[in-house]
């Protein structure tokens, strides 16, 4: 057909093996999905969001508190609280050290009181680059105890989930923390706390199936992953591929799971706009 | 033998020997009694000695028997004038779960489980007892009702998982397991939940917070299967064995981590061996629990419940490190093991 000539070429692209090798450690970062290659300054300029396709890079923990909370201020809860080995797991004392070091980090999440534009929040952020964000019982028990915070300081919740799942090396322990978290959130909730649940990449398994799903509000950001199995385990169980869409945030949105998609330079602007909204005002109130 | 696992094996051939020797002497009338005495009394020890020190990759084969009672046979056996009810009134009846009334010692109750399929086509209907989100939400129904009535609430839990496919996905799996864990939390009536074979992951979690949780004695619980773990931490699922021994999936592990209330003992051989007296022996441990659970007001088991999954985990706290000494190893109290 005419049209045919404007299409694409016939031959194929393939990409330069040694492209990984020209780019200095640190100075430069490649997008994973597009493959653009960006100054490490501008990305994070541009809050790890690629300029050319819009693909969010992951954050840890305290890049995502510096970006959200006012001046990147935390009031920490429970800094130092570490992981037991309470099965006496093969490798898994040796597997946490090695992970702290990594990281930088005691466990998986940071939690704590702060404030967004203003608004006093209790927050805990997941952080993947501990141990996959997986949930044993020190991620478990500080979101536990920081719901427990925002019900007795009366403030508004937030969680930043990301997470591979409950954590294999503590077994029954791991799987208990689902209940735990939810049944916190049952008090929380009930007694009319307002949660915040931000989905960010990827939020799997035991995560979201326990807390990550519960907000009042579930956001997530662009094209984060969301779901219970994997889709490797999926593509096991019902022998087909699936869409390359499957499981994003707008997958999940389409399915009815998730309030909103929000951009990361839009998330701290939605989360005020949604604080600002439960704020009672005395003048209201009172009709003044 | 019908359902035999590899580790039954020499038990059988001895069998076999001994019913032999029986036939033969039958035939040629010849009198074998001293040597099929002295077999039956091997015999005997023999089973003694593999069952009572089973290992807990036997007791996961015993609690995957393909004729390991499921939860419809026990509730057949334990309860009376049992209506299933069916459908989560959103979307579907998932036959991965069932449920509804039924008195236990005249006592109305709301019973649900998990249901793993007798044969090949009922497995399939039934997702071989992995519910997707239809099931869960109309397990959540049927204790909203339970909760509304007054009625106690009684789970049986015996599958593989939640169902791992796209349409399960697609209808909200996560959500579906994490409200049940949520709600369950504040009902005000008694809960108590079984693992009468297989408790996997969240979704036997889903059917699992209760006042008391109960497990049989060769019933596994754990975060991922057995299998899962295998191929994910070795890149090998053939080594579930290995998983099953390192993951501390057994109702003794569970007893002594606390997670679990009371170990109901399974027939010599499994509960396949005599579903009636297995279902005898649940039945009264779960009466008993039931009698101190109904003495109870709603707001004391609703915080009975939150108390017995608030204490669950192992962690510690590293004191604060000296500022002069940055290179030494930080002193770790134990804070809380289980509480």
Known sequence: MFKDLFHKKKYATIPSKNTKREIPEGLMNKCPKCGTIQYSKELEKNLKVCASCGHHFRLNAWERIQLILDEGKLEEFDARMVSEDPLEFPGYAAKLEQQKKNSGLLDGVVTGQGAISGFPVVIAVMSFDFFSGSMGSVVGEKITRAIETAMERELPLLIFSTSGGARMQESILSLMQMAKTSAALARFQSAGGLYISVLTDPTMGGVSASFAMLGDYNLAEPAALVGFAGRIVIEQTIRQKLPDNFQTAEFNMQHGQIDKVVHRKELKQMLTKLLDMHTVREDAVHGG | ?339
């Open chain 2, 1 to 339: 033998m019908a359902g035999e696992l590899q580790f039954e094996k020499p038990l059988n051939e001895l069998r076999q020997k001994i019913d032999e020797l029986k036939r033969f002497g039958q035939e040629r009338g010849i009198d074998f009694s001293d040597e099929i005495a002295r077999l039956e009394q091997r015999y005997k020890s023999l089973e003694d000695e593999l069952y009572d020190e089973l290992t807990p990759a036997q007791k996961m084969h015993l609690a995957r028997h393909q004729q390991r009672p499921t939860s419809l046979d026990l509730i057949q056996h334990m309860f009376t004038d049992f209506i299933e009810l069916h459908g989560d009134r959103l979307f579907a009846d998932d036959l991965a779960i069932v449920g509804g009334l039924a008195k236990l010692n005249g006592v109305p109750v709301t019973v649900i489980g998990h249901q793993r399929g007798k044969d090949t086509k009922d497995n399939i209907a039934r997702f071989f007892g992995s519910p997707h989100p239809e099931g869960f939400r109309k397990a959540l129904r049927l204790m909203q009702q339970a909760n509304k009535f007054n009625r106690p609430i009684i789970t049986l839990i015996d599958t593989k998982g939640a169902y791992p496919g796209n349409t399960a996905e697609e209808r909200g799996q996560s959500e579906a397991i994490a409200r049940n864990l949520r709600e369950m939390a504040i009902f005000g009536v008694p809960i108590i939940c079984a693992v009468i074979g297989e408790g996997g992951s969240g979704g036997a979690l889903a059917l699992g917070v209760g006042n008391r949780v109960l497990m049989l004695e060769n019933a596994i619980y754990s975060v991922i299967s057995p299998n899962g773990a295998a191929s994910i931490l070795w890149k090998d699922a053939s080594k579930a064995d290995q998983a099953a021994e390192a993951m501390k999936i057994t109702a003794k592990d569970l007893l002594e981590f606390g997670i679990i209330e009371e170990i109901v003992p399974e027939p010599q051989g499994g509960a396949h061996r005599d579903v009636a007296q297995q279902a005898e022996s649940l039945k009264a441990a779960i009466w008993r629990h039931l009698q101190e659970l109904l003495a109870m007001s709603p707001e004391e088991l609703a915080l009975d419940r939150y108390e017995k999954f608030r204490k669950i985990g192992a962690f510690s706290t590293l004191e604060e490190p000296q500022e002069e000494t940055p290179g030494e190893a930080a002193l770790e109290t134990p804070q809380s093991i289980n509480g």
